[in-house]
Nanobody, 125 residues
Framework: QVQLVESGGGLVQAGGSLRLSCAASGRTFSNGAMGWFRQAPGKEREFVAAIRWSGGSTYYADSVKGRFTISRDNAKSTVYLQMNSLKPEDTAVYYC??????????????????WGQGTQVTVSS
């Protein structure tokens, strides 16, 4: 059984930092990818960042470029999202996803086979 477990969310003031973690168990995504999406109240889930497990290519939404960094730890089957210079508009539930196998695009939800339960990030002004 594949599980993705997120952690690291919380409440932070604007300008602060948080690091999210997503640990995968039951499967490795060595030929695929992992990514982060977020959903704010009343809005659709949107892409934040993704990383290909092989080669480490990274992708970011324009809204987080220069502030967020996605990385992976192969040995721990864990992906991280370092979030700096947080803004109130970053407030959302953040979801980790896993892509099983090679996918042309990893910036859309439809490419993802597995999802975590989500972790709340709240940025106060």
């Amino acid at each position: 059984q594949v599980q993705l477990v997120e952690s690291g969310g919380g409440l932070v003031q604007a300008g602060g930092s948080l690091r999210l973690s997503c640990a995968a168990s039951g499967r490795t995504f060595s030929n695929g990818a992992m990514g982060w999406f977020r959903q704010a109240p009343g809005k659709e889930r949107e892409f934040v960042a993704a990383i290909r497990w092989s080669g480490g290519s990274t992708y970011y939404a324009d809204s987080v470029k220069g502030r967020f960094t996605i990385s992976r730890d192969n040995a721990k089957s864990t992906v991280y999202l370092q979030m700096n210079s947080l803004k109130p508009e970053d407030t959302a539930v953040y979801y980790c996803g896993g892509v099983d196998g090679v996918a042309v695009t990893i910036t859309t939800q439809s490419s993802y086979n597995y999802w975590g339960q989500g972790t709340q990030v709240t940025v106060s002004s």
